[in-house]
């Protein structure tokens, strides 16, 4: 099945459990801080482990010089994401730190699982990890206008950085891990689609859809982050990593995911305008059904 095709039909399975999420909501048998534990256990457990699992491969040659490249590749996605971001909106925090940071990790993870493989998770385990690490630290930056929020500190502290940096050491000095470690790993692992996007479904029960629909701002910023960037992160793949067509197609659907939810998660925490990040969110993720395929299938002609 063409790539753009499972990740149509992905995406669709992705808004049956968003479907769940505010279903559950709505009927009150879920809360704002009941989604915020699940967010917890995402973040702490099992983001984690789907990155600390994607390292438990054989130690070859091969493997060492993607998750080399990889690392470059992530660095040049999100460096030119976080540059175009801030040229668009460098005086509205929200957008900016919205179209700089896509759903990577949450949505990314299982679209690229489905359309390439579990073993293709490791191409852009880099990226969520840096990602996040980006979000802890520059993203707090945007949203309060202070620079102290730009600590190594804080960003080493982050628990998808720390799983990166076990997931390397694993992986690079050859430590041996258990069976039964690698099968809770891997049970833990599965549930980041599901949970991730009950927690969207939860954030989109919060907001009616006209609000959602209506509001120009979330328009302009979804553009930026399903057309622009996408747009030009497949002319940087093209033309730095011409023969790796499966990296490239991994840190191309992580690219072009919708705004993440963490932009939520960060605006409440900051006492930031959080009704319209969830706004951002939910919009982004509505139309991505449409784009991510769409994007897909351009990269694939040319």
Request: charged share 10%; aromatic share 8%; glycine share 6%.
């Amino acid at each position: 099945m063409d790539t753009s095709m499972i990740i149509l039909r992905q995406t669709g399975i992705m808004f049956i459990y968003m479907a769940i999420g505010w279903g559950m909501f709505r009927s009150k048998l879920i809360s704002k801080e009941g989604s915020q534990a699940m967010a917890h256990l995402l973040l702490y457990v099992v983001l984690p482990c789907v990155i600390v699992r994607s390292f438990c491969i054989k130690y070859t040659s091969e493997h060492q010089s993607i998750v080399v490249i990889a690392m470059i590749g992530a660095l040049v996605v999100l460096i030119s994401s976080i540059a175009i971001s801030f040229l668009m909106f460098r005086k509205r925090p929200i957008d900016q730190f919205g179209a700089a940071f896509s759903n990577a990790g949450f949505m990314g993870i299982p679209l690229i699982s489905a359309a390439l493989g579990e073993s293709a998770i490791v191409h852009i385990a880099a990226m969520v990890a840096l990602l996040n690490a980006l979000q802890w630290t520059y993203g707090q930056m945007v949203l309060t206008g202070d620079k102290k929020a730009m600590s190594l500190k804080a960003a080493a502290t982050s628990p998808v950085v720390l799983a990166l940096a076990i997931g390397l050491g694993v992986f690079f000095l050859r430590i041996p891990v258990p069976d039964i470690v690698l099968t809770c790993m891997g049970n833990l692992a599965q549930l980041n689609a599901p949970v991730a996007m009950i927690i969207l479904g939860v954030y989109l029960g919060e907001v009616k859809l006209s609000e959602i629909f209506l509001d120009i701002r979330a328009w302009q910023c979804s553009f930026v982050r399903l057309l622009v960037i996408p747009l030009i992160t497949i002319v940087c793949l093209k033309l730095l990593f011409p023969g790796h067509p499966e990296l490239s197609q991994a840190l191309l659907i992580a690219a072009i995911a919708p705004v993440g939810s963490n932009v939520a998660v960060y605006a409440r925490k900051l006492n930031k305008d959080y009704q319209y990040a969830v706004k951002l969110v939910c919009l982004s993720t509505l139309l991505s059904v449409v784009t991510m395929p769409v994007t897909m299938l351009l990269y694939s002609i040319l």
